[in-house]
């Protein structure tokens, strides 16, 4: 079939597997002319088939020649229906990383449950024996504990007041303003239940009893912090109370995993176009300032630029560099005090009218349209392209 994008406000329905397929090669060429790392050989990364994890199972695939199992919740193709961008990206990766000779095998399933937990240690414990790095990247609007069976969903919300402040509607280009009614108690509860680190926790606490963590393992979540401007609705809102908890647990996991000498640490990455980030209100018009700014400066990156940085230089590099509260900081160009300063002065001016010239619209809508595989460069669009692709270790 001809697959054309079909948006319905922040949301994409259609994907496009030749352009999904050219991302990710795109990023696999990237992490190879980088130069080999010396990291972790056997890696399970959690949230694998887009935005920072599938960056993640790339460079340990592509950068260190690293065995990769990845679990993602994805909805594959039928006859006449695209899958989600996701399923697409893992098949062109799993078929990579056969012609590169790298296992890769994944898991199509709800990582919050019990039974991907299971199915994931079994497979780690057959075709694997132990891994050295978990990556644990998941981003969800919905979670059901498995312990309680309760369902809980994550909502977007100040803290305390209402928070009103400019917006852009990336498709049209239109600044507004948006006014967001503060979070309840449950919302806050919710959103902690969803974002926060209990299901981190769970993962590899049950690896840790099935015995698959190696001796000095690591594990990594990713975080964000941001800008003044966005604290309301970010890092003082629900989902910044998620991210609090969940840097909390990196160090319940590190003081339980004494025994294997495993460390749990948590990296703050860079505010970026994401499937996640568009559907925040403020979070758009920030990002396309930002974008504009850094791009300008020559420091711009995106999801695999930021992950091959944290590997060569932080993980795998001399230093960690962790700030006062034990995270590392991949977020440092942007939150630097030079580019912020210019975000906070375009940011007062910013109206419809200006914002094509002032900030990065063209390049926020079209980062969006990558996402789902649309607008890659040398992908032939009118040619007819079958939707139905298996990712070969699912099919
Ligand atoms: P994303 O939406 O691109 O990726 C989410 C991944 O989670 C996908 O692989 C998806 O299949 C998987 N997933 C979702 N629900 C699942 C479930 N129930 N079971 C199994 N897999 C499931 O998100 P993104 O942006 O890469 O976010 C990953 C992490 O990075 C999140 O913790 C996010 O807060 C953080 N982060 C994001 C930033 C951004 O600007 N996008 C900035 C800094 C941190
Ligand atoms: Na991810």
Redesign the pocket.
């Known amino acids: 079939m001809i697959i054309e994008p079909r948006t319905r406000g922040f949301i994409c329905l259609t994907a496009h597997p030749k352009g999904c397929e050219q991302n990710v090669i795109n990023q696999i060429e990237y992490v190879k002319s980088k130069g080999e790392i010396d990291g972790a050989k056997k890696v399970l990364v959690?949230?694998?088939?887009?935005?920072?994890?599938?960056a993640s199972r790339i460079t340990s695939a592509f950068g260190s020649n690293a065995s990769t199992i990845g679990?993602?919740?994805?909805k594959a193709p039928s006859a006449g229906r695209p899958a989600s961008p996701?399923w697409y990206n893992s098949a062109a990766f799993e078929q990579q990383a056969e012609k590169a000779g790298l296992y890769a095998k994944s898991i199509n399933?709800?990582?919050?449950s019990n039974e991907?937990k299971k199915q994931t240690i079994d497979m780690i414990k057959e075709d694997l024996g132990q891994v050295d790095l978990v990556i644990y990247?998941?981003?969800?609007p919905v979670?059901t504990n498995p312990n309680t069976g309760k369902r809980h969903k994550s909502v977007l919300k100040p803290i305390g007041d209402v928070f009103t402040n400019k917006t852009v509607d990336f498709h049209t280009g239109n600044v507004s303003e948006v006014t967001i009614q503060p979070a309840t108690e449950d919302d806050i509860s919710n959103t902690v239940e969803v974002?926060g680190g209990e299901d981190w926790d769970m993962w590899i606490t049950a690896m840790k009893e099935a015995g698959v963590l190696a001796q000095d393992f690591q594990t990594y979540?990713?975080?964000?912090i941001g800008p003044k401007l966005t604290e309301p609705v970010y890092r003082k809102g629900t989902i910044g109370a998620a991210?609090d908890d969940l840097e909390a647990t990196a160090f319940k996991i590190t003081e339980k995993s004494a025994d294997l000498n495993g460390k749990a640490i948590v990296s703050?990455?860079?505010?970026?176009?994401?499937?996640?980030?568009s559907a925040i209100p403020v979070i758009p018009l920030y990002i396309s300032l930002l974008y504009k700014i850094m791009k300008a400066d020559g420091i711009h990156e995106g999801?695999i630029e930021q992950i091959q940085r944290l590997y060569a230089d932080r993980i795998y590099g001399a230093d960690l560099q962790l700030d006062d509260k034990g995270r590392v900081r991949i977020?440092d160009w942007e939150m630097r005090e030079d580019v912020q300063a210019e975000v906070d002065k375009l940011w007062a001016i910013a109206t419809t009218e200006n914002l094509n010239e002032i900030g990065d619209l063209k390049g926020y809508s079209d980062d969006f349209f990558n996402l789902f595989g649309f607008k890659v460069d040398g992908v032939d669009y009118a040619a007819d392209v079958d939707e139905v692709v298996a990712i070969p270790s699912i099919g």
Not at 109 to 112: R, Y
Not at 268 to 277: D, E, F, G, P
């Open positions: 959690i949230g694998a088939s887009t935005g920072f994890g599938l679990v993602f919740l994805e996701g399933g709800d990582a919050f991907i990247s998941l981003a969800s979670r974002m979540a990713y975080s964000y991210k703050v990455n860079k505010a970026l176009v994401t499937q996640a980030s999801c977020d």
